[in-house]
């Protein structure tokens, strides 16, 4: 009995560790989540900025400028913005899926070490991969490692239609898999949306536009890897809370057991105690008539 106690002991105090562990992660899994979501605004609105100059300004290059990169070599890669890490159920598994999902051939572009990992252990080959960032304050680092790849590729001409991958937080459910285009850039709808007087530049129409342009993608690709970030910690989060309901349940059955077995043992330790009693008193008793006889 006294035996049994102890393992049971032993054993809800090991998943009370585990309770402290999941709590962490889920704390640190909802303060990231605030932090990307917060941040997600400020990408929006500079991206409206970027769309309101472009509306402007590619008037002014004339029907020079209908989309970019300019000219289709049929060279399309899928960019998959993945987790870094797991517990995140499966929410990685499905964004690889995903990124598997379009018609054609297309090279694979990671930016997750777990979604890298995945594609990989499926006999995928990847054609560029980087790790995510693992908290807010690198995201723009990562874009940028992005965005300069995928500008050297297009300059090249290795690279002209590339579809973008991610994951999107949904408040109340689990995260949504966006599958949207990045390249080729259609040009025209800026122009036809233009009303207003063409504005004063510094810069020669055709270069201001590119650099546009550039930003504009830039834009595109900060949204997806903050909506990314942001998709992963909740997927995280739900696993965590997943995680703690259920260690709460164990903890409680464990707790009822151990109190049972205990109540046994002071049970079983009261019989023995009685029992001995039993014989102690009636070895005094015989003792006693032993003497008066």
Do not use: K
């Not at 002991?9 to 009370?16: G, K, M, N, V, W």
């Not at 941040?39 to 991206?47: D, P, V």
């Not at 289709?72 to 499905?94: D, I």
Request: net charge negative.
């Amino acid at each position: 009995m006294a035996g049994r106690l102890s393992d049971v002991e032993l054993r809800r105090a090991s998943i009370t560790e585990l309770r402290a562990v999941t709590d962490a992660m889920r704390s640190l899994a909802a303060v990231r989540l605030q932090q990307a979501t917060s941040m997600l605004e400020g990408t929006c609105t500079y991206a409206d900025v970027i769309v309101g100059a472009l509306t402007r300004a590619i008037p002014l290059v004339g029907d020079a400028a209908a989309r970019w990169p300019a000219e289709e070599g049929g060279n399309a890669a899928v960019l998959l913005f993945a987790p870094e890490h797991g517990f995140v159920g499966p929410f990685a598994e499905r964004l690889a899926e995903a990124s598997l999902a379009f018609s054609g051939p297309r090279a694979l572009w990671v930016v997750g070490s777990r979604g890298a990992a995945l594609l990989a252990e499926g006999g995928y080959p990847l054609a560029w991969s980087a790790a995510m960032a693992t908290h807010t304050d690198g995201v723009a680092a990562t874009v940028h490692r992005v965005a300069e790849a995928l500008y050297r590729a297009a300059a090249d001409g290795g690279l002209d239609r590339v579809d973008i991958v991610y994951g999107r937080f949904q408040p109340g459910s689990f995260p949504m898999v966006v599958r949207e285009p990045l390249l080729p850039l259609d040009l025209t709808p800026f122009r036809d949306a233009n009303h207003g007087e063409p504005p004063l530049t510094n810069l020669p129409p055709p270069r201001l536009v590119m650099r546009l342009v550039d930003e504009y993608v830039f834009a595109r690709l900060a949204r997806a890897a903050l909506e990314s970030f942001a998709a992963e910690n909740a997927a995280r989060l739900d696993v965590m809370m997943s995680a703690h309901r259920s260690i709460e349940s164990t903890l409680e059955e464990l707790t009822g057991v151990i109190s049972r077995l205990r109540q046994e043992q002071i049970t079983t330790e009261l019989i023995e105690l009685t029992s001995g009693t039993d014989v102690l008193r009636d070895g005094i008793a015989g003792a006693v008539r032993s003497g008066a006889g």
